[in-house]
């Protein structure tokens, strides 16, 4: 017998969550959640179409955990504390083995986290999957995009680029047929960081107090920086030379394929920040290892983009990703 | 040129709202909002997919009113105040007077009930619009479905029933290639109806404090009455002799079509609950004219849905709608 739509909710998608906060969760016609006394609520959605933003075939534990760290990232560039989640799932068939390695990716992230699913709605079409995140942050200390001055240093977190990479690794994977055990370790390193984006929330929350702007990089770095200079009115330096490409990239692309992947490619969901240079110090020693972050370039007063090598002028490429160009 | 995604979004998307609670809307990662100190945040979700929740070739005016008014009926199933919505618009090809009609039926039902558009993700594929909607409610005022106790009157809004007999008319108007204009007065009204849902905002408040129990009615009467009394652990006697068969409805359908449209057919939005028998009174004098209601049945102790006819036990016809039965 097929499975019911009310029986799916209930039997992938209920569990229970530890939150205290949460006073009414999935089955009722909306939550009922308790924003903490003096806190700002932070709202973010994001949506995922099969064969635009994950590849068709891709495993559906892989398509639950991105579905929410692409959202958690989008807490993480505000400094938010992620609370609770609303999940909206069109599929075409109720496949069951799907259905549990999907809820098995997306609860596996949400409870490392500790948000809770309180709602959603299941319904029959394309596979697409919207989430919604809520959390909260002080009033006064959320990260915008509006907050960059000349004279900050530019930052971003982690590797950008690897994610870019790991996505062309499995296309040609998946066109030449090869099987996932012929990829190399870094290889397959490269995939997971394209699968398995980690949102940078620890990250964000300490950025609060301390970064004059951020915004999580999802559409390639240089266009999303575009659009946080934009907001700020200001500009950008990048340094070429300073861009952290990582050994795993480098083996994978080579320098300039790397430096372009870095650049341009999207889906890193790693945090692009400006701080005040007198902060950056002291930002480094709060971070220590847990998460690595590299210098970029500095804002400037002039609009636009410019790139530098070793203080030599540069070009630089194209811009980030967009849905409809 | 083509549209880009952030222009489509700045143009279509990026109405300013008069309400002060909204600290940062649609442009960052995320929005940040100020929850009424003492309320509780009532948060649902709602999707449509072109050829489930509405015919392809659907006015994008009506798909934008639809997609918000469903989720607006969450909140009035809830006896919540609507505040705030973030939309993620899934669609093939960014058509500018598509995007315009869709945005002018989203807003102008949006700007009525005081709903400021926060924020939202807009992407190339199938055409998918998911909906977040939050809003407040007093603690302990919110309508739940688990409440309903023996003894309770059991009530619908409005006509149920027009909404599916809407549909059937579109898609045998679709079949047929007949002119809309070759419809009758009434006929039009059954079809709006359906493209055009008003979310029982007001009457979900004047509910609170007063019903025992409350929830939309969107897959079907009947479907939805068995799933409020399972959670309230209870039965239903559905009087089919006090059925609100509306005259138009009748006209189109029939007198045994109608009943079975209106106990069975979805999309209609109204509010099914329940109230003390000794308040029954007291609600229809607050409601005055605003939005009929009517007596439907009783809530029983024992289990399941009985039908009567002048108290005469009569079947009742089959569930309601499940998108993956």
């Given amino acids: 017998m097929p499975l019911g739509e009310f029986e799916l909710i209930s039997r992938y998608f209920n569990r229970r969550s530890s939150r205290g906060d949460v006073v009414l969760g999935v089955g009722d016609d ?110 006064g200390l959320a990260l915008r995009r509006d907050g960059a001055c000349p004279g900050d240093a530019l930052y971003v977190s982690g590797w950008p680029g690897e994610a870019a990479a790991g996505l062309e690794i499995l296309k040609s994977a998946q066109s030449s047929s090869a099987a996932d055990a012929s990829l190399s370790e870094p290889q397959r390193g490269l995939v997971h960081r394209f699968l398995h984006p980690e949102p940078r929330v620890a990250l964000g929350r300490a950025l609060r107090g301390r970064a004059t702007s951020a915004m999580d990089v999802s559409d390639g770095l240089l266009g999303d920086l575009a659009k946080l200079c934009a907001a700020s009115q200001c500009g950008a330096r990048v340094d070429l030379d300073r861009l952290p490409v990582s050994p795993a990239l480098l083996a994978a692309a080579g320098q300039q394929r790397a430096e372009s992947l870095l650049l341009q490619g999207g889906d890193d969901y790693e945090l692009l920040f400006t701080l005040p240079p007198d902060r950056a110090d002291e930002l480094e020693s709060v971070l220590g290892d847990t998460c690595p972050v590299h210098r970029l370039g500095t804002i400037e007063p002039d609009r636009g983009l410019r790139g530098a090598r070793h203080g030599v002028e540069e070009k630089l490429p194209g811009a980030g990703f967009d849905h409809f160009a």
Same sequence: chains 1, 2.
Avoid: C
């Fill in 30 to 139: 909306a939550a009922l959640l308790q924003v903490p006394p003096g806190k700002l609520l932070v709202a973010a959605t994001d949506t995922l179409v099969e064969g635009r933003h994950f590849l068709s075939g891709t495993a559906p534990e892989a398509i639950g955990h991105q579905a929410l760290a692409v959202n958690l990232s989008d807490m993480a560039a505000m400094g938010a504390e992620p609370a609770w989640a609303l999940m909206s799932l069109s599929t075409p068939v109720a496949d069951e083995r799907w259905l549990e390695g999907f809820a098995e990716g997306l609860y596996s992230l949400a409870e490392r986290y500790d948000v809770a699913l309180v709602g959603g709605d299941t319904v029959r079409g394309p596979l697409v999957v919207t989430i919604e995140v809520l959390g909260f942050v002080e009033p």
